[in-house]
């Protein structure tokens, strides 16, 4: 009866230790292989992607240049300084000074046009208060209404008003 309750003996440990070695040897080539199936999906992935971004581009077509709009026949054309005051103030002048870009061989005369360009200016800037033409976006509207303007009386002929110089005082 004591032989039956004895421990086993230490030989019985040995396949403990072979079976954990062949659990890690086992988990070790598990992941080798899903490194491997996982390295081959990501490559064939990023081949795929690289064929649909080559087709899409060669898909679009080519991008034209974009021709000046200052080709062609054109003049420039230095207006006179126009000073004024600005609205509702004796206090704040303004001295602006421009350029006009126009079309050459036109039906109107390029000083005709200057004339009638200076006082429409002149009109204009006398209605601005000082807060409308400050900072930048105050400058751009300026611009934006004085080439709108210019255009409309010019019927076309002129492309463009430059602004030059603007001083208030």
Request: zero cysteines; charged letters at 25%; hydrophobic letters at 40%.
């Given at each position: 009866m004591a032989k039956a309750l004895a421990l086993p003996a230490p030989a019985d440990s040995a396949p403990t230790r072979e079976g954990s070695l062949s659990w890690l040897l086992t988990l070790g080539l598990l992941t080798l292989l899903s490194a491997a199936i996982g390295g081959g999906f990501g490559l064939v992935m990023v081949s795929g992607i690289e064929k649909r971004v080559e087709e899409k581009y060669k898909a679009q077509p080519e991008k034209a240049e974009v021709a000046s709009p200052y080709a062609g026949n054109i003049g420039i054309k230095k207006l006179a300084p126009v000073v004024t005051n600005l609205a509702a103030s004796t206090e704040d002048w303004v001295r602006v000074e421009a350029s006009i870009v126009y079309?050459?061989?036109?039906?109107?005369?390029?000083?005709?046009?200057?004339?009638?360009?200076?006082?429409?200016?002149?009109?204009?800037?006398?209605?601005?208060?000082?807060?409308?033409?400050?900072?930048?976006?105050?400058?751009?509207?300026?611009?934006?209404?004085?080439?709108?303007?210019?255009?409309?009386?010019?019927?076309?002929?002129?492309?463009?008003?430059?602004?030059?110089?603007?001083?208030?005082?």
């Open positions: 079309k050459m061989g036109a039906d109107q005369s390029p000083d005709v046009m200057t004339g009638e360009i200076r006082q429409d200016i002149l009109a204009y800037i006398r209605t601005l208060s000082l807060a409308q033409i400050q900072g930048p976006s105050g400058l751009l509207h300026l611009r934006e209404d004085l080439n709108e303007r210019v255009k409309l009386r010019s019927k076309g002929v002129i492309q463009e008003l430059v602004l030059e110089t603007l001083i208030v005082q």
